[in-house]
């Protein structure tokens, strides 16, 4: 069974950088997708940032500019860099990988246990 173990987040303040990482226990050379979602209670779940096989990259607006997505093969791991953190980033962010030929979300793709991110003075 595939394991994707999330690094802990924690609290950050206002305006400060946190990087998120999601080690796989397969190899992630050959995934479909990769991607970061958040959840903070009675909300729906919002993807923050989505990494392709081809390295193109997608931003939720509110992150744009602020998050980067990437990844290290070698490592079979994921990241989320994280910069000019603001109270309204803070929520469980889950990393989320898509072997092919499936997408993010889907019922055979791989979950992190998720992590919790507070942004607090």
């Known amino acids: 069974q595939v394991q994707v173990v999330e690094s802990v987040g924690g609290p950050v303040q206002p305006g400060g950088s946190l990087r998120l990482a999601c080690s796989a226990s397969?190899?992630?050379?050959?995934?479909?997708?990769m991607g970061w979602f958040r959840q903070a209670p009675v909300k729906e779940l919002e993807l923050v940032a989505v990494l392709s096989s081809s390295g193109s990259t997608n931003y939720a607006d509110s992150v744009q500019g602020r998050f980067t997505i990437s990844r290290d093969n070698a490592k079979n791991t994921v990241y989320l860099q994280m910069n000019r953190l603001k109270p309204e980033d803070t929520d469980i962010y889950y990393c989320?990988?898509?072997?092919?030929?499936?997408?993010?979300?889907?019922?055979?793709?791989?979950w992190g246990q998720g992590t919790q991110v507070t942004i607090s003075s």
């Open positions: 397969v190899s992630i050379f050959s995934m479909n997708a």
């Open positions: 989320n990988i898509a072997p092919p030929p499936y997408g993010l979300r889907s019922r055979r793709s791989y």
